[in-house]
T-cell receptor
Framework: NAGVTQTPKFRVLKTGQSMTLLCAQD?????MYWYRQDPGMGLRLIHY???????AKGEVPDGYNVSRLKKQNFLLGLESAAPSQTSVYFC???????????FGPGTRLTVT | SQQGEEDPQALSIQEGENATMNCSYK?????LQWYRQNSGRGLVHLIL?????REKHSGRLRVTLDTSKKSSSLLITASRAADTASYFC?????????FGTGTSLTVIP
């Protein structure tokens, strides 16, 4: 099992460009999450999904959109990137609402 | 912000010593979890303690939870150089998680 994978690992964008980050899990988990991690801020939840076809806003959703068309994939989109979105993005999944989360290796995004 | 805070922000100890990190949080919780993050990597789950538990052990890890004070502590006994990492608490309030700001632990060989 690969666990949770994220694509790409690194990306540099110019202000105003768009991109999609892909998260995939092969553990048949229902719940999936997107976080961003900034220095000194810990992880903050952007959006999450409790099942295929469902999404919900987390703590810092502005500027991001998500989709969960397939159970194993959770996509994070930036429609018009801003320098404030420079961060490391982590995806995570878990089997239910009460268990541990499994994290991907992260995507380092720089917006210039 | 719903983020919790961890104390200390950084901790440096000698190999073999014990390391204690504290976490304070703001919301009601179902459980509290501790994660470890090595530099440049994703987070790895260490231990989970439910809201009706006060203490839990796993190997060299001991976690306590005081829901009346909204606080938790993580004790790592007999530390090793390989324990060098950042440690985060995460409160599980149902569908959402709130992570603390982390403690950076350095274990000196």
């Amino acid at each position: 099992n690969a666990g949770v994978t994220q694509t790409p690992k690194f990306r540099v964008l110019k202000t105003g460009q768009s991109m999609t980050l892909l998260c995939a899990q092969d553990m048949n988990h229902e719940y999936m999450y997107w976080y961003r991690q900034d220095p000194g801020m810990g992880l903050r939840l952007i959006h999450y999904s409790v099942g295929e076809g469902t999404t919900a806003k987390g703590e810092v959703p502005d500027g991001y959109n998500v989709s969960r068309l397939k159970k194993q994939n959770f996509l994070l989109g930036l429609e018009s990137a801003a320098p404030s979105q420079t961060s490391v993005y982590f995806c995570a999944s878990r089997t239910s609402g009460l268990g541990e989360q499994y994290f991907g290796p992260g995507t380092r995004l720089t917006v210039t | 912000s719903q983020q919790g805070e961890e104390d200390p922000q950084a901790l440096s100890i000698q190999e073999g010593e014990n390391a204690t990190m504290n976490c304070s949080y703001k919301t009601s919780i179902n459980n509290l979890q501790w994660y470890r993050q090595n530099s440049g990597r994703g987070l790895v789950h260490l231990i989970l303690i439910r809201s009706n538990e006060r203490e839990k052990h796993s190997g060299r890890l001991r976690v306590t939870l005081d829901t009346s004070k909204k606080s938790s502590s993580l004790l790592i006994t007999a530390s090793r150089a390989a324990d060098t990492a950042s440690y985060f608490c995460a409160t599980d309030a149902g569908n959402q998680f709130y992570f603390g700001t982390g403690t950076s632990l350095t274990v000196i060989p």
